[in-house]
Structure formats: structure tokens, C-alpha cells
């Protein structure tokens, strides 16, 4: 079986989240032999740096190194512990005052 892309499986994710909703998708996780899985793996880091196909390709035209900093640099700190740059995963509705990726918002004050 061929392995997908990270894009594809985060895609899948999210239209499961989508079609079963929040809660309804945790249990079904924390419920299943995945978490054993999950467990093993969180110890786990990528031997390379993996970023999202859409700016290795930007990246791969331009070849302007810049590209990768700014987008490493943008990413979920969470992710880059594995050597995984994402910033487009979103967890949280924006509400209890968070943004979409469940960080703090700064205060307007």
C-alpha cells in the first residue's frame, strides 16, 4: 500500500473531524488501537525537516532559501518538535480567547 502524503493525511483528518465532529472524533481516537500507536511515536522525531509539498515546490522554483525560514518560522511549535513545519492545522473556533490555532490572542487593550 502506498503511503500518502502528509497533506493528504491531514486533509482525510480533517474531513473526519468534519463529518463526526469534535468530541465525536476524540473518543473514536482515544477508543481505538491507534493510541497505542500514537503513544510509540510521540517519542519519535523525522530524520528531515518535512515541509507541506506546496512550499517545497515554491521553494524548488525559487530556489530562494528565505521561503523555508519564513514558513519554519511561522509553524505550530508543537509540530517542529517532530520536524514537521505545518501552520495551517486548525483546532479551535477562535473563541475563550485563542485563535484558530488554540495560541493566546493578544490583548487589544
Not at 493528504?8 to 473526519?16: D, T, W
Not at 463526526?20 to 519519535?44: D, H, M, T, W
Not at 492545522?89 to 487593550?109: F, L, T
Request: charged share 30%; net charge neutral.
Amino acid at each position: 500500500m502506498e503511503r500518502s502524503s502528509f497533506d493528504v493525511f491531514k486533509s482525510n483528518i480533517c474531513h473526519l473531524v468534519k463529518d463526526q465532529g469534535e468530541l465525536e472524533f476524540i473518543k473514536q481516537i482515544l477508543c481505538s488501537k491507534e493510541v497505542e500507536g500514537f503513544n510509540k511515536l510521540r517519542s519519535c522525531k523525522l530524520d528531515k525537516v518535512l515541509y507541506p509539498s506546496s512550499v517545497t515546490m515554491l521553494y524548488s522554483l525559487s530556489k530562494d532559501p528565505s521561503i523555508l525560514e519564513q514558513y519554519y518560522n511561522a509553524s505550530i511549535p508543537e509540530f517542529k518538535r517532530f520536524n514537521i513545519v505545518e501552520n495551517e492545522i486548525e483546532w479551535n473556533n477562535g473563541e475563550n480567547g485563542q485563535d484558530k490555532q488554540g495560541r493566546k490572542k493578544a490583548s487589544s487593550d
